[in-house]
């Protein structure tokens, strides 16, 4: 598989629908929540677009900002803000209108940082002053798109990706958010399609592709040393999901060497070690997010070769499953989106955890030798509360 095959969903010849969803508080749709997990699902908005999207929370709001309008068939600058507090929510825009962009939140910041516009990578860093509700812009060392971030600390870091011509990065720019200061480091190896999770003072950026094969390469950056230290996954893979909670960092799900995933690498920060667990069901291209005790992955699905094995792949599955561990207990427990989404998003703050974007498929065809999957791309936000 390529190193940007994950993006064949978004190919122009891809047919759509989008869904027009209200804000409700329940749907049959979605399962109640599991009354042992500690979160309930509280409803569904209904965000200003349909688009994949960058997500990212700090200071009590949760930003989806940018990705690509399949109504206009262009990249979008729309932003759209929940408050968690207020339960209210604004849109503003981005700087430039881009999708493959990344973001993460710091202190009273966030960024979102990368992306692409009509095959041409951008550079732009677009900083949101929580406190202030402003917008400030930066610049990346090198313009590339597919980058992954994570933040801890006073420290964000956006790494990897794809520059000019589809090279892969092993580029990391750091963000210091007391000093309004930008440093540069590399990954041990380029490559694009990884995770990247935080917890303590580690920063932790692991699996990804390079050079058309998956890999099990993990860096660690350790925050007040401003150094850096690697190790492995437990299987080589790439499209899975990372992030942090509580004293551990998670890797979760994946396309490896042997197929699809359903291991979760754990790493405890404290005493530097490694454990496994597993999702209920194997998959990629899942949304992560934590709040509160709880991380929680959301979706995904599972690639295979569709009937006359033209070499297109499909979605056999797309899921709503969601898989919640809870860091204090160390258990996990499953509930569900309200709809099946691949590539969708996910950020938390305080008590909430909201996912939105991605892609739900609608129909297939096999017609002349030819297989085409229908998708449509929902404006729906899933909101989750802690208890």
């Known amino acids: 598989m390529k190193p940007n095959s994950f993006l064949l969903l978004f190919s122009p010849k891809t047919i759509l629908a989008v869904a027009a969803v209200v804000v409700i508080l329940q749907t049959s749709s979605c399962s109640k929540s599991n009354t042992h997990s500690g979160v309930n699902f509280t409803g569904s908005a209904k965000l200003s677009q349909g688009a994949v999207v960058a997500a990212a929370a700090a200071g009590g709001k949760i930003l989806f900002a940018g990705g690509f309008d399949y109504v206009a068939y262009t990249s979008t600058k729309t932003v759209d803000i929940y408050d968690v507090s207020t339960g209210i929510w604004s849109t503003t825009q981005l700087s430039e209108a881009r999708g493959g962009l990344a973001g993460t939140g710091a202190g ?50 956006f790494a990897g990706g794809q520059g000019a011509g589809a090279a892969l990065s092993k580029t990391v720019d750091i963000y210091d958010v007391l000093s309004n200061t930008w440093t540069t480091a590399q990954l041990s190896e380029a490559r694009v399609a990884l995770a990247a999770g935080a917890a303590g003072n580690k920063i932790i950026f692991a699996g990804g592709t390079g050079a058309n094969q998956a890999t099990k390469t993990v860096d660690i950056y350790d925050v007040p040393s401003n150094t850096w230290t690697t190790a492995q996954l437990s299987e080589a893979r790439f ?125 297939a065809t096999y017609a002349y030798g030819i297989f085409t999957q229908y998708y449509s791309f929902p404006k729906t936000a899933d909101i989750f509360t802690l208890r």
């Open 108 to 157: 009273n910041k966030i960024l979102f940082a990368g992306g692409y516009i009509n095959n041409v990578v951008s550079k732009i860093v677009d900083i949101y002053d929580v406190t202030t509700d402003s917008w400030t812009t930066a610049q990346l060392s090198k313009a590339r798109s597919d980058l992954v971030a994570a933040a801890s600390g006073n420290k964000v870091l």
């Open 239 to 363: 499209s899975l999901a990372g992030g942090g909670v509580g004293d551990k960092v998670l890797f979760a799900g994946g396309l490896g060497n042997s197929g699809i995933s359903k291991t979760v690498d754990i790493y405890t920060v404290s005493t530097k070690t490694w454990t496994t667990a597993g999702l209920s069901q194997a998959r990629e291209n899942l949304a992560v997010a934590s709040a509160g005790d709880k991380m929680f992955f959301g979706g995904g699905n599972i690639l295979t070769i569709p009937p006359g094995g033209n070499g297109n792949l499909y979605d056999s599955t797309v899921y709503k499953t969601i898989d919640i561990y809870n860091a204090s207990s160390n258990r996990w427990y499953t509930d569900q989106l309200s709809q099946p989404r691949k590539n969708a998003v996910a950020a938390g703050s305080e008590n909430k955890i909201l996912f939105a974007g991605g892609a739900t498929p609608d129909s």
